[in-house]
């Protein structure tokens, strides 16, 4: 698959992808249970021909003259900025509706409404919200693409594509690695949606959190169910000598009914230079973002952070599934 044209100095050709064929055009994507591996090798080639691109000229027109809406009913910086970014880098533009309050969300417009009135002035619409199931619900009345941003504790598949493309990038095919995700793995949308898509290699996980902060049994049992073998733990000291990607997340404090179940458990880990004396020199440190002192700042400049960079990933990502789906990739 060639996108660009890699003649130096010269405006990238971009052969459009037939609309007609293509299998992502006009799909909408809530859930990494629609990726096979053939899938996640496809958009992650596309996601370095984008960054490649991007790197030698910052902006080209492969979607000009396309419309995004980003409608978030939830805060956001990454992923709105990180959509955003990615449609003006190809060209195209953004309807930002990052604080419903001020939409008619507020007079009591219902979600099916809602993205059939922004669907009426856009090509895509990237959705965050507080319930589960809520992409789901907005993919069955919408006629354009519905890409999920994040539904409440259920899924965040562009998050987990970026993970694994970072998981890649820093480390080489997940096959044979041994993966810890640490934290709120309950509502964790994050470690859900990448749990499963790991799922499709040849993985071991571990999970390491509370008691009352567990993975839930149904993803678990899932998991088991493709032969994947899965560890759950109180601390990190047992798997962390072992681990070749630890992936740790924020306490959702959003998510809890009750404050003092949150107080409880908020502080569980601190991940410090000290606690990864043990670690592999070529573990990989992850985080989704925003961390909230689940790791300490002195790690920053340690090579196995790779926080910041799995950010910057997250965008070459989403440029190349905004061209899959409208079509030109
Ligand atoms: N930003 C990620 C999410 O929206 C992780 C987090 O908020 O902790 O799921
Ligand atoms: N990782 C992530 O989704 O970040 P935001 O909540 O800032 O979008």
Redesign the pocket.
Known sequence: MILADKTPNQTPHLPLGDQRTSPWYGKSIVSVKQFSRDDLTYIFEVAHEMREMVERIGTFDLLKGKILANLFYE??????SSFTAAMERLGGSVIPINEVKYSSVAKGESLPDTVRSLECYSDVVVLRHPEIGASALAAKYARKPVING?DGAGE?PT?ALLDLFTIIEEHGQPDGLTITMLGDLKHGR?VHSLSRLLSLYDVRLNYVSPEILRMSSEIIKEIDEKGIPQSEYNELEEPLPETDVLYVTRVQKERFDDPEEYEKVKGAYVITPATLESAKEAMVLMH???RVGEISMELDDDPRAAYFRQMEYGMYVRMALLAMVLGKA
């Open positions: 805060p956001s910086t990454r992923t709105a994040g965040h998050q994050t989704p973002l925003p």
